[in-house]
C-alpha cells in the first residue's frame, strides 16, 4: 500500500512540473489562512483555496485543483477538510495531509473556543451585527465569483451547459441530496460530453 | 466520561453525514444536537448556526467545538471536533489511493469532467441558497454584486478575505 502512494506521488511529480518539497510548517501555514479567511463554510472556501494555492503559491494547477475539488465533493464530511486532506497528500504524503488538516481546523477551533467561553454577549451588538452580516454579503459574492471561474472552465459547449442545467435542477428544483447532484451531472456528462473533447481537456491539463 | 463518548458518536455521525458542504450539514446538525440529544434549545441552535456562518470555517466544525465546549469544557470541544474530522480522514485514507490509481482509466476521466460540472451546479445553487439567507434588499445586493466586481477586476492580485473584511466594515457604517 505505502509502495503504491509514493510511486503514484512519484508520477504525478513527474508530470505536472509543480513546485514540490514544501516543508511541513509550509503546508501547515497555508491552510491556517485558508481556515482564517473561509467564511460560509464548504463551497465558499473554494475562492480563498484557488487564491492561496492556484494564484499566489502555484501549488497546484488550475485544471488539477478542479478534479480534486470534485472528489473532495463526493467524499462525506466537510469539503474545506477533505480538500486539505488531498492537497496536503499531493505534496508530502500522509504527514502534508495531516498538517493541512490541522491548519484548516485550528483557527476556526480556537476562535470558537474564544466566542463560547467570552464573546458571545458581543455578538448582540449592534455594530459586530452588522460588520459579520457586511462579511455574510460579500461571501454571496465570493460564491458568485467561485462559480464565474468554473464556468469560464468547464461551460466549453453546450452540453456541457444542459448537464449543468441538469445537476441545478436536481438540488434547486427537485430538492434532492447534492450527492444526486453530482451523481445525475457525472453520468450525463459521461453519456453526453464528447470523450475526445474530456482527453483534450486532460492533455492540456498535464 | 459518559459525555465525552456521547459527543464523539454524535458529531461522528454528523461528521460521516455532512456530505456537500455546510448548507447541507444544518439539518443534520439540527437534528442530532437539538431533536434527539437536546443538547441545545431551538434559540440556541440559531444562534450558533449565525455565529457559525459569521465566523470562519466549515459549519460542523463550528458546532461541534462549540456544542463541545458547554458539555466537556477544553477536552470536550477537542474530542467533538476530533469527531466530525475522523470519518473523512478514514474515508479518504481508504479512497484516496484508489482514486490516483483510477484517474489513470480514460473512463473515469471522462466520468470526472461530468463530476466537475456537478460541482459548478452545487456552487451555483450555494450562491442562491446563501444568496437569498444573507441578502434581503436591494443595497445588499448591491454590496454582494460590488464585492463580485472586485473579486473579477483583481483576480489574483487581491487576497478574497480583503473584500470580506471591506464589506464587514462598509455594513458597519451602511447596515
Known amino acids: 500500500?505505502?509502495?503504491?502512494?509514493?510511486?503514484?506521488?512519484?508520477?504525478?511529480?513527474?508530470?505536472?512540473?509543480?513546485?514540490?518539497?514544501?516543508?511541513?510548517?509550509?503546508?501547515?501555514?497555508?491552510?491556517?489562512r485558508i481556515g482564517l479567511f473561509t467564511f460560509g463554510g464548504g463551497l465558499a472556501?473554494?475562492?480563498?483555496?484557488?487564491?492561496?494555492?492556484v494564484l499566489k503559491r502555484r501549488w497546484i494547477?488550475?485544471?488539477?485543483?478542479?478534479?480534486?475539488?470534485?472528489?473532495?465533493?463526493?467524499?462525506?464530511?466537510?469539503?474545506?477538510?477533505?480538500?486539505a486532506y488531498l492537497q496536503g497528500r499531493r505534496l508530502r504524503g500522509t504527514a502534508g495531509a495531516m498538517?493541512?488538516?490541522?491548519?484548516?481546523?485550528?483557527?476556526?477551533?480556537?476562535?470558537?473556543?474564544?466566542?463560547?467561553?467570552?464573546a458571545l454577549p458581543y455578538f448582540a451588538k449592534p455594530k459586530v451585527t452588522a460588520f459579520l452580516r457586511g462579511c455574510a454579503i460579500a461571501v454571496v459574492g465570493q460564491l458568485a465569483f467561485a462559480g464565474l471561474v468554473f464556468a469560464r472552465k468547464l461551460l466549453r459547449s453546450w452540453r456541457n451547459a444542459i448537464v449543468c442545467i441538469a445537476g441545478l435542477i436536481v438540488v434547486a428544483v427537485f430538492k434532492m441530496h447534492p450527492v444526486w447532484a453530482m451523481i445525475a451531472a457525472g453520468g450525463m456528462g459521461y453519456l453526453l460530453c464528447n470523450q475526445s473533447a474530456a482527453e483534450q481537456n486532460e492533455k492540456d491539463q498535464s | 466520561?459518559?459525555?465525552?463518548?456521547?459527543?464523539?458518536?454524535?458529531?461522528?455521525?454528523?461528521g460521516i453525514g455532512a456530505y456537500g458542504g455546510g448548507l447541507v450539514a444544518i439539518p443534520l446538525i439540527q437534528h442530532e444536537i437539538v431533536f434527539k440529544q437536546q443538547w441545545l434549545s431551538f434559540g440556541e441552535m440559531s444562534q450558533l448556526l449565525a455565529v457559525a456562518q459569521m465566523t470562519p470555517g466549515p459549519i460542523a466544525i463550528n458546532a461541534a467545538t462549540f456544542v463541545g465546549f458547554r458539555f466537556g469544557g477544553i477536552i470536550g470541544s477537542a474530542v467533538a471536533t476530533l469527531a466530525v474530522v475522523l470519518p473523512s480522514i478514514t474515508i479518504l485514507v481508504l479512497v484516496a489511493p484508489l482514486v490516483d490509481f483510477a484517474s489513470k482509466n480514460a473512463h473515469v476521466r471522462h466520468l470526472r469532467q461530468g463530476l466537475q460540472i456537478g460541482v459548478l451546479s452545487l456552487i451555483l445553487f450555494a450562491t442562491w441558497s446563501f444568496g437569498s439567507g444573507a441578502v434581503t434588499g436591494w443595497r445588499d445586493l448591491a454590496m454582494a454584486a460590488a464585492a463580485f466586481a472586485v473579486l473579477v477586476a483583481f483576480e489574483g492580485k487581491l487576497?478574497?478575505?480583503?473584500?470580506?473584511?471591506?464589506?464587514?466594515?462598509?455594513?458597519?457604517?451602511v447596515l
Open chain 1, 1 to 32: 500500500m505505502k509502495n503504491n502512494i509514493t510511486s503514484t506521488e512519484h508520477e504525478e511529480k513527474e508530470q505536472d512540473g509543480i513546485k514540490h518539497n514544501v516543508p511541513l510548517f509550509g503546508i501547515f501555514w497555508t491552510f491556517f
Open chain 1, 45 to 53: 472556501m473554494t475562492t480563498v483555496m484557488r487564491h492561496e494555492l
Open chain 2, 1 to 14: 466520561m459518559k459525555i465525552l463518548l456521547q459527543l464523539f458518536l454524535s458529531f461522528a455521525l454528523i
Open chain 1, 99 to 118: 498538517a493541512a488538516i490541522f491548519g484548516t481546523i485550528l483557527p476556526s477551533f480556537v476562535i470558537i473556543l474564544l466566542i463560547a467561553w467570552i
Open chain 1, 61 to 83: 494547477k488550475e485544471e488539477s485543483f478542479l478534479a480534486e475539488l470534485s472528489t473532495a465533493t463526493l467524499v462525506p464530511g466537510a469539503i474545506a477538510v477533505n480538500m
Open chain 2, 159 to 173: 487576497h478574497p478575505v480583503i473584500v470580506i473584511l471591506a464589506s464587514g466594515f462598509l455594513g458597519m457604517i
